[in-house]
């Protein structure tokens, strides 16, 4: 089974407006982190936001915030106020168990945002 | 801060010879690296991970001889493909965990392989 699920491959949003990309995870593990990454075109992976499984509030870095949903297994990404830079590829990605240095994330299939002017 | 860097960025290879990758974090000691295959148009593959000092873990799947991991030191991991064939034709991206934040991987701008 798929432990990260994102299930719309591509999206539109017009410039200026706000879009959620969503994301649901799989894990029977209490201890968890979620994780958002942005891919533009020349393919560096840059860190956007992180949720751990304890954390009451919902993370929010400048234009992105984090729904989360722990009942739902769903970590949906929201960019407020989207600006043509924000066009590139989305994962999601999910760390299982206590923080330590060796633990691998798990990452979803992508979806693609493409703002439009 | 959490800057990762890899080198080069590019590599255009004949089949048959080897090439070594670069993962360096700047400003910050990573314990953990790891090292990902990403191909067109899809998600990333984790192919090892990388702690300082040891050996590298492999994911089922990828040969430990055909991919050769050194994590020589906390702030440098490198993946040699030996023998490249055509098809190691990839994008190859690392990351660290590791200084202020040990919860997040901070990823390398990644290099493309291709392999004629």
């Known amino acids: 089974a798929q432990k990260i699920t994102q299930t719309q491959p591509g999206m539109f949003v017009q410039e200026k407006e706000a879009v959620t990309l969503d994301c649901t995870y799989d894990t029977s593990d209490p201890s968890y982190g979620l994780f958002w990454y942005k891919q533009p075109s020349s393919g560096e992976m840059i860190f956007l936001i992180y949720q751990g499984s304890y954390d009451q509030q919902n993370a929010t870095e400048g234009r992105y915030s984090l729904n989360f949903q722990k009942a739902r297994k769903s970590a949906n990404l929201v960019i407020s106020a989207s600006q043509l830079g924000d066009s590139a590829m989305y994962f999601c990605a999910m760390r299982e168990g206590r923080m330590n240095y060796g633990q691998n994330f798990v990452f979803g299939p992508g979806t693609r945002l493409s703002v439009l002017p | ?116």
Request: proline share 3%; aromatic share 10%.
């Open chain 2, 1 to 116: 801060g959490a800057v990762v860097s890899q080198h080069p960025s590019r590599v255009i290879c004949k089949s048959g010879t080897s090439v070594k990758i670069e993962c360096r974090s700047l400003d910050f000691q990573a314990t953990t690296m790891f090292w990902y295959r990403q191909f067109p148009k899809q998600s990333l593959m984790l192919m090892a991970t990388s702690n300082e000092g040891s050996k590298a873990t492999y994911e089922q799947g990828v040969e430990k001889d055909k991919f050769l991991i050194n994590h020589a030191s906390l702030t440098l991991s490198t993946l040699t493909v030996t023998s490249a064939h055509p098809e190691d034709s990839s994008f190859y991206i690392c990351s660290a965990v590791g200084g202020h934040n040990r919860e997040t991987q901070y990823f390398g701008p990644g290099t493309r392989l291709l392999v004629l």
